[in-house]
């Protein structure tokens, strides 16, 4: 039951082309936001949908792997676990942030950069 203490799954599109960081060791970092969506009929019986943004990254040769196929729009499939650190804006307030950090990565649907 370890393995699912902090497990997170989700199939979505991403909202814009990953944002690709290579840093001074040489390790890669590649930084994107996926929609994830869920309709449901509310009250009055119409089809509600309802669309959550995840921030995800992705170290070394997954970062690789989104680097070189991953576009605005494709479809993955992503597991990793749920991460939460903080910074400072220029205003010199505390900002909190929750992103999920890839293990597993699956490109699902069809390539859309070729």
Do not use: C
């Not at 019986?45 to 070394?60: F, L, P, R, S």
């Not at 605005?72 to 010199?92: F, P, Q």
């Amino acid at each position: 039951m370890n393995a699912l203490r902090n497990k997170v799954q989700l199939i979505g599109n991403l909202g814009d082309n990953p944002e690709i960081i290579t840093l001074e060791s040489g390790k890669k970092l590649a930084k994107f936001s996926i929609a994830t969506n869920e309709s449901y009929k509310n009250a009055s019986g119409e089809k509600v949908t309802d669309t959550q943004w995840h921030n995800v990254i992705a170290w070394n040769k997954t970062a690789e792997i989104i680097e070189k196929y991953l576009v605005k729009g494709n479809e993955v499939a992503v597991e990793g676990k749920l991460t939460t650190r903080s910074y400072d804006d220029k205003e010199g307030n505390k900002k909190y942030i929750t992103e999920v950090v890839i293990n597993e990565l699956l490109m699902l649907g069809k390539n859309k950069s070729a």
